[in-house]
């Protein structure tokens, strides 16, 4: 990639050089299968032992609990349609937020048509999920709670322990989406009473392509799959060998490091957040301030337009990302800035930044000058009405 500031680590992570370099014997020079029995498939099937425990250790989960999927849209899925199929004579309610990834929240639309019933909870203006909200949707026949643990736009992070506490006391199943979450903040599924949990590779410095379903060890797993034993016959195809070890690394890393960069980002997202409120006038921050993941700020600038934004940061070497989407030829606000309540104008003056373990003050700095630079170039001759004078 050439050169410049990537801030838009919720979307893809780099991979590390000691990811790749875990990677590469599994290509070309061991790429028995590892279904097989000739010896040097042996080593193929330890590797990929080796992840399962790797990436089980991140959630405090057994290796026989972990089902390697293509990714954490493949997982999301997976859970929820394996607990619509698998309890469908308990019942066809499903609990779910209004701030979901799109792998849940279309996922659980498909089921509608199918003859589910699903509850979409509402968030407050931070984008908090509440615990009591979820108990009070309870009803005799709701099969699962499907609630993230941390959001992918604004970077809340959201009540798991609680929501799993009372999942787990109605005798309710629990899915959490931890794609942001998995090796960014400490999870683990028995203190947090989880039953079924969703992460990705590329989003924690890993390849992308490869993910994992986390199933509790004595439900049974419907596959979404068909077609061989692998994964203890719920998840048929060839296991993609390269992106499961490196996974598998790209987990311990994150572990290891969990603490460290936490902080590390803390601090640097905290320097950015309060420049830019301080500095650039109409500014408010979206999402949590405090419970919030350690990398992500999310800005709405009033009185500006996003999409005009993101290409002049993009001329500045800047890559963040925005608040809406282009959706049939219309500027859609996302469905996450709706739900916390904003106005299709402020979501449409949102930007996303997500910083990663590499970022440096000096790049944030930069960043700061050039969004107050950029952002009252902007309202300067705005189409907008123009903003009252502070
Ligand atoms: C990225 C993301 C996904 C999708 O993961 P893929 O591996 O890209 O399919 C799902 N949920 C959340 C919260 C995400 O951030």
Redesign the pocket.
Known sequence: MQHGIYLDN?ATTKMREEVLQEMLPFFCGNYANPAAIYSPAGAVKKAVGTARERTAAMIGAKPGEIYFTA???ES?NWAIRAVAKGAADKGRHIITSKIE?H?VLHTCEYLERQGCEVTYLDVDSDGLISPEAVEKAIRPDTILISL?AAN?EIGTLEPVARIGEIARKRGVLFHT?A??AYGHVPLNVETMHIDLLSA?G??LNGPKGV?LLYCRENLRLHPLIFGGAQERGRRAGTLNVPGIVGFGKAAQLAKETMRERSEKETALRDYLIDRVLAEIPHTTLNGHRRERLSNNANFCFRFIEGESLLILLDQQGIWGSGGSACTSGATEPSHVLSAIGMSREDARGSLRLTLSEETTKEELSYVAEKLKEIVGRLRGMALWPSPPAR
């Open positions: 919720a990714g954490g849209s999301d990834h792998a993230m992918n989406d794609v942001q990705s590329h989003k993910g």
